[in-house]
């Protein structure tokens, strides 16, 4: 049984926001930034920007780097492992229920014919 606690509880949080995840979704795929190249991309003024970018650090899913007067910040995903520890019982849930449906359908349109 896979529980949450306290660390797990702030990865959880911090990604229940649409804001955060899209934060993550952009250093993913373009690599580390610095805080206005991440805020070109949302419709928000710069402080609101780092009150996301410090939720996300504090669930260690961003670190932040000072390089003079720029912060860099650099995906940390080892905390979304547990994220996918947790969901993992749930997608096998979902594909067992969906090969149930597909044989029930294979069924019936065999019945129809």
């Known amino acids: ?3 949450t606690g306290v660390d797990e509880d702030r990865v959880f949080a911090a990604l229940a926001n649409g804001t955060r995840r899209e934060v993550l979704r952009l250093l993913r795929e373009r690599g580390p930034q610095p805080v206005q190249a991440l805020a070109d991309h949302f419709d928000m003024r710069r ?3 780092s009150e996301h970018l410090k939720v996300l650090r504090e669930a260690g899913l961003v670190s ?3 390089a003079g007067r720029q912060r860099i910040y650099r995906l940390e995903a ?3 492992a547990d994220v996918q520890d947790w969901l993992h019982p749930y997608e ?3 594909r067992d ?3 149930d449906l ?3 359908l294979d069924r019936i349109s065999a019945d129809e014919t």
């Open 97 to 99: 229920r969906l090969t």
């Open 47 to 49: 402080p609101s920007l």
């Open 78 to 80: 080892a905390p979304l």
């Open 64 to 66: 932040e780097e000072r």
């Open 92 to 94: 096998r849930f979902w």
């Open 1 to 3: 049984m896979v529980t």
């Open 102 to 104: 597909g044989l029930l």
